[in-house]
Nanobody, 120 residues
Framework: QVQLVESGGGLVQPGGSLRLSCAASGSFFSIYTVGWYRQAPGEQRELVATITSAGRTNYANSVKGRFTISRDNAKKTVYLQMNSLKPEDTAVYYC??????????????WGQGTQVTVSS
């Protein structure tokens, strides 16, 4: 079983950048599809981006062209590079994954996430 831990959040001004990391422990990470999700106060958790074991990526329309998801299987880590950040990107960001399709936030357990705050 793979466990995932998020890090890299912080406070950034509008237009700034952050890189989030999702570090895995356990076996089979290289064949996991991994997704980054976010949840703003009072909102439902939403899918931001996914990356398959083959490196195929998909993004929510709200972040296309600004965010990039990538993975380094040797380091058992998935990254989310966030550029041109906007106040509406403010949320707690989570990663999760499984062998197979990743889409809705239908996982049985979640990590603590990492807070991203975009504000001047």
């Amino acid at each position: 079983q793979v466990q995932l831990v998020e890090s890299g959040g912080g406070l950034v001004q509008p237009g700034g950048s952050l890189r989030l990391s999702c570090a895995a422990s356990g076996s089979f990470f290289s064949i996991y599809t991994v997704g980054w999700y976010r949840q703003a106060p009072g909102e439902q958790r939403e899918l931001v981006a996914t990356i398959t074991s083959a490196g195929r990526t998909n993004y929510a329309n709200s972040v296309k062209g600004r965010f990039t998801i990538s993975r380094d299987n040797a380091k058992k880590t998935v990254y989310l590079q966030m550029n041109s950040l906007k106040p509406e990107d403010t949320a707690v960001y989570y990663c999760n994954g499984r062998i197979g399709a990743v889409g809705a936030a239908d996982f049985g357990s979640w990590g603590q996430g990492t807070q991203v705050t975009v504000s001047s």
